[in-house]
């Protein structure tokens, strides 16, 4: 009986490669679990900005996520890179901290010998360029594999994949000889841009979006075909069919990649607890300091009883850094005059109470502590303070200059495509007249994730039958929803105990003096961070 093949995907751009991929993390690892496949790898371009929702939808469905990056160099052709464990995986996300920090915001400037510095622990995947088969590239290309592994060896592999341009059988002949004389074995990807085969019709309208062309003037800039999915690895297997070790390399590769994002656990800072005590003892120390002045008449019996039963869960789920870090932020702003208050369950809190976070006394409100922390739900405290618009640059500066900026930065926000924009986008695209796509996005309210009511369209005076119309109104349906770029929190703060950069990677923001990590606030609560 013939053993049914294997197979994982190692090379998949999702729409975290902004204007690129034409399908959300999640359905790309929704749909590798349906077909069975062993594993995937996410591998946007410079980018880990999709691992997270890749990540969450993979361990739901029980399949492997491999966490990588297509790293595009400025002096080299690309490379797949996929850390092998942890230690890998904090120098990617350092390395491509690097290239960001070197560019402005959107940008990242990374060459070949950046990744030579940081390459332990990575398998490399090198990809052919598209020129390839010019004999002249093909010479230049040879160099670089052999670099590669010089570097790589035993960790370097080059990738093949069927286009389905009619060359497919020359071009990866020609691959195989090439990957036989350096010595490097041959492993088969995909190119996967999309989930499942019908999203062609937006990958070609993303292309333009993206190069500012319509698609009548695409041309080659548009995919030739609609093959860049994911497939089964039957399917893999018979494309393959004269180079099997192609495809049982990717399962190689899936078993030797090990490293998870769970495994990013996080630890609060401890600037804050003087040499020789705990942050548990400073936070009492404060603690009873500040009991004293906001109960000048005495503390009472109850209010005693409150603060030791929060104090004693705040040490038992380890805590007192996170308190002590939002005392000190407040106790800044408010020896600078500006005004701050805390808000929110941390208003249930007589230790917040205490320190001067919140200005409610829980002890005269009867407020319940266990809507703030709770042993059973097993989530961090949320301690959400408000400071004046006007000032808030002083305090995000403060924390920039206390902790540095390998340990602090701004939370990301996901800017995606609402109706409106997704209208006025795939309008140009298609070649739609200005007057139509005016009238097609003021027929959109907000969001509106229905999209574009026919009936509407017709009141306007324009025709919902016609095909080029009814097309820009169905993909931008499709459009609505996904990623457009990444911007920066109003002033949600990651601060980390130990590098930042190795947790996730770090880029400048558009505003000067503020930098910026991938992941936006649900991304950190996935994690726990």
């Known amino acids: 009986m013939t053993t049914p093949p294997q197979y994982a995907e190692l090379q998949v751009t999702t729409n975290f490669s902004f204007l690129r991929g034409a399908s959300h993390p999640e359905e790309m690892a929704a749909e590798a679990a349906a077909l069975g496949l062993a594993a995937i790898a996410i591998t946007d371009r410079n980018s880990l900005a999709g691992v997270v929702r890749a990540h969450g939808e993979a361990r739901a469905a029980g399949l492997q996520l491999i966490v990588g990056a297509r790293l595009d160099f400025t002096d080299a052709p690309s490379v797949l890179c996929l850390p092998t464990d942890r230690a890998a995986y904090g120098r990617l996300s350092r390395l491509l901290t690097l290239g960001k920090r070197r560019a402005p915001k959107g940008d990242c400037h990374i060459a070949l010998g950046d990744l030579l ?34 570097h790589f060896a035993g960790r370097i592999y080059l990738a093949a994949q069927h286009l389905y341009r009619g060359n497919d059988l020359k ?73 099997p070790q192609a495809v049982a390399r990717t399962i190689e590769i899936a078993r030797a990649c090990n490293f998870s994002l769970d495994e990013l656990a996080y630890e609060y800072p401890d600037d804050e607890a003087p040499a020789g005590t705990t942050p548990q003892d400073e936070l009492e120390r404060l603690t009873r300091n500040g009991a004293a002045w906001r109960y000048p008449d005495g503390v009472s019996d109850a209010v005693r009883a409150q603060l030791a039963h929060e104090l004693e869960l705040i040490g038992e789920l380890g805590y007192a850094p996170y308190f002590l870090t939002v005392h000190d932020i407040v106790r800044f702003a408010r020896g600078r005059g500006i005004l701050c208050q805390g808000r929110g369950s941390a208003a ?86 200005a007057d139509a796509i005016s009238a097609l996005a003021g027929t959109v309210w907000g969001w509106r994730s229905d999209g574009i009511n026919e009936d509407h369209i017709r009141e306007i005076g324009l025709d919902p039958s016609d095909v080029r119309l009814g097309m820009a109104i169905e993909l931008a349906r499709e459009l609505t929803g996904f990623p457009r770029h990444l911007s920066q929190h109003v002033g949600g703060f990651v601060i980390t105990n130990g590098p930042l950069s190795e947790v996730v990677p770090v880029a400048n923001a558009a505003m000067d003096g503020r930098t910026v990590i991938e992941w936006d606030k649900n991304d950190l609560d996935a994690l726990g961070i």
Not at 399 to 413: N, S
């Open 171 to 243: 071009r990866i002949a020609r691959l195989a000889r090439l990957a036989d004389d350096r010595n490097i074995p041959l492993v088969a990807t995909n190119d996967v841009h999309a989930h499942a085969p019908d999203r062609r019709r937006l990958m070609d309208v993303i292309a333009c979006i993206r190069d500012h062309c319509t698609i009548d003037r695409a041309g080659y800039r548009l995919a030739a075909n609609a093959e860049r999915h994911l497939k089964p690895a039957a399917e893999m297997a018979r494309l393959f069919r004269d180079y």
């Open 117 to 150: 510095d940081h390459g332990d622990g990575q398998i490399i995947i090198a990809l052919p360029p598209e020129d390839k088969e010019q004999d002249s590239n093909e010479t230049v290309f040879a160099d670089h594999l052999a670099q590669l592994q010089t």
């Open 348 to 433: 249930n809190s007589a230790v917040c109470y205490c320190l001067g976070i919140t200005a409610v006394d829980p002890s005269c409100m009867d407020l319940l502590f266990e809507r703030f922390i709770s042993a059973e739900r097993d989530e961090p405290p949320d301690i959400d303070v408000d400071f004046e618009h006007e000032r808030r640059e002083e305090v995000i500066q403060y924390i920039y200059d206390k902790y540095g900026r390998d340990r602090a930065a701004l939370t990301a926000t996901v800017i995606h495509y609402r109706s409106r924009m997704a209208i006025r986008e795939v309008g140009k695209a298609l070649g739609l007249s």
